[in-house]
């Protein structure tokens, strides 16, 4: 069984920067993405930004250009940096893992909550 800790949300002020983290533990296999999701109260999960164990990455088009994900595999770790921060990015973010092949299994952190506001 995989599970996902995240870390690094908090309180920050238009304009900040936070870095989140989210490390995978036990065994993971295959060809594999993961990302960051979030949730803003009354909305739908949304996804912010993904990378696949081969290195490619996708970001949703409101966060290009401020936040950038990054992947270190030998660590299982991703990290989401996020700078120039807007107070509609306030939500919670989840991280996900998932076989982005055959489907065969998909894992999510328990979140954790990302304020932006002065």
């Known amino acids: 069984q995989v599970q996902l800790v995240e870390s690094g949300g908090g309180l920050v002020q238009p304009g900040g920067s936070l870095r989140l983290s989210c490390t995978a533990s036990g065994r993971i296999f295959g060809i594999n993405a993961m990302g960051w999701y979030r949730q803003a109260p009354g909305k739908e999960r949304e996804l912010v930004a993904a990378?696949?164990?081969?290195?490619?990455?996708n970001y949703a088009d409101s966060v290009k250009g401020r936040f950038t994900i990054s992947r270190d595999n030998a660590k299982n770790t991703v990290y989401l940096q996020m700078n120039s921060l807007k107070p509609e990015d306030t939500a919670v973010y989840y991280c996900?893992?998932?076989?982005?092949?055959?489907?065969?299994?998909?894992?999510w952190g328990q979140g954790t909550q990302v304020s932006v506001s002065s």
């Open positions: 990378t696949t164990s081969g290195g490619s990455t």
């Open positions: 996900k893992l998932s076989d982005i092949v055959y489907g065969r299994y998909e894992y």
